[in-house]
């Protein structure tokens, strides 16, 4: 069963979320060490167990060094640059345009490890889709075959390496200086394999590139063989599923005096190299496929919280803008023809919205040119997906006008002036501005939500565009 062919389940994603959603939150631990919490990931709020606290926790600090690794690949100097010119959005598409050529050259490094003669060159075989005798094969034998470290590319991918360690306990590889020699700090993901229980010096393996800030999987080989003996040894009581069941607890046992227990527990799978479709060996190719995607994932949303505070920045900045506008509606206000003072602000209001819409990057022409690389037309963003174009609000400003003047203000303060003619026209003077002020927080609000919507549209894409495989 070939990786490039799975179907793709339970993966590592680009989350999307609404602008003032922190997904990134600074948290202290009880040993007042600063972490990344994802918190479209994790809900670790929600979780009662201790063990599955400690499991949020581990995953938290793999996502987080994967988070820190991927800001060395954003130039936020150059996106920004790129912003400045040509807008948030066509800024953001022309440095991906620019830059995702150097990302999808990264390599995923995969490092297949554990004691001499357990399966490790057959299992880059069944993982690459290979026969043992087919080209590019690593060669199997019942001899000790991997004596140097050997690399294997995907057919599917040459930027997704597996790497064949060397045994480790053998005389030319000691245990002492396994880890130096085999230099596991390159790797992004490592795999122990054993072909009986998990001894102590994998369970120190798996700590050892646990600890270098490595995605860690134990696999245990050659389940068919266990199987098989186990049937001949009780034909009449042999149950297939029971005795699987009871191999899996045997090994989460001696891998329960790891410092990492509770996580190594959920990473953990049994299979038959040569049965591609049984047993643990497609949930094995579905994590691989995950893990493998964290680095496109992380490149998202270091480009998310970037382009968030960009956004924020704007609309608050957006905010404070329009004082002419709330200068003239007040002049307005001292107007005595009635209903002309609220006539004429609507059409201010109007005139803010259309500048707002250049502003967001949410005109036509703006939406025209990034609608491609979204791949959804001008006319579905309109109908279906943004709320500058479909809330009742901003299409009737006349309505968000009254709305807004009647939520804050009572009905004398927005008669009076007809009511006590020279303090009335004072108040009403007064009042405008606060009304048009609301106006410009409720179009900037959606706007920027909109704008932050296609950005993450954008990204989302490009997710799926450095996915290796």
């Not at 995950?290 to 994932?297: A, D, E, F, T, Y």
Request: proline share 2%.
């Amino acid at each position: 069963m070939n990786l490039g062919k799975m179907i793709r389940d339970d993966e590592v994603e680009f989350t999307m979320k609404l602008l003032d959603d922190d997904i990134y939150e600074g948290k202290k631990t009880d040993e007042e060490d600063f972490e990344m919490v994802f918190h479209n990931d994790f809900t670790e709020d929600l979780v009662g167990d201790i063990d599955e606290k400690n499991k949020q926790k581990s995953r938290t600090m793999r996502h987080s060094s994967s988070y820190e690794n991927a800001q060395a690949f954003v130039q936020e100097a150059k996106l920004d640059t790129e912003i400045e010119e040509a807008g948030t959005l066509l800024g953001l598409n022309n440095y991906i345009n620019n830059t995702k050529e150097w990302w999808a050259s990264k390599k995923i490094n995969v490092a297949i490890t554990g004691h001499s003669g357990v399966g490790k060159s057959s299992l880059i075989n069944a993982i690459r889709g290979l026969k043992p005798k087919a080209i590019g094969a690593a060669p199997v034998g019942i001899k000790e075959t991997t004596t140097k470290i050997q690399k294997y590319e995907f057919p599917e991918n040459d930027k997704v390496v597996l790497w064949d360690l060397p045994g480790m306990g053998t005389g030319k590889f000691k245990q002492e200086t396994y880890i130096n020699d085999m230099e596991l700090s390159k790797f992004d993901i490592v795999l122990v394999v054993t072909a009986t229980r998990f001894l102590e010096t994998d369970v120190w393996l798996a700590e050892q590139a646990w600890g270098l800030g490595k995605n860690v999987i134990f696999v245990r080989t050659k389940l068919d063989f266990d199987l098989i003996n186990a049937s001949r040894d009780d034909q009449d009581a042999f149950d297939e599923a029971k005795c699987i069941e009871t191999i899996r607890m045997d090994i989460r046992k001696h891998v329960s005096s790891c410092s990492d227990a509770a996580e190594f527990s959920d990473v953990i799978y049994l299979v038959s190299n040569p049965e591609q479709g049984k047993y643990d060996f497609p949930s094995l190719v579905t994590k691989l496929r995950s893990l493998m995607n964290i680095k496109g994932v992380s490149i998202c949303r270091v480009l998310q919280q970037h382009l968030e505070k960009a956004i924020k920045a704007k609309r608050d900045a957006a905010k404070h803008e329009f004082t002419s506008s709330k200068v003239v509606s007040a002049l307005y206000g001292f107007l005595p023809v009635p209903k002309l003072e609220t006539a004429l602000n609507q059409h201010i209001v109007e005139k803010i919205r259309s500048k707002c819409l250049v502003k967001f990057n949410l005109d036509d022409e703006s939406l025209g040119k990034v609608s491609d690389e979204i791949d959804l037309s001008v006319e579905s963003l309109k109908a279906y997906h943004l709320s500058a174009f479909n809330t009742e609000q901003l299409n009737h400003v006349d309505k968000l006008y009254t709305q807004s003047e009647e939520f804050r203000f009572s009905k004398f303060r927005r008669y009076s002036k007809y009511m006590i003619p020279v303090i009335g026209s004072v108040l009403s003077a007064c009042k405008a501005p606060h009304t048009i002020q609301d106006c410009v927080d409720i179009i900037c609000g959606i706007m920027a939500e909109d704008e932050y919507y296609l950005v993450q549209l954008r990204l989302e894409k490009l997710e799926k565009q450095l996915r290796p495989i």
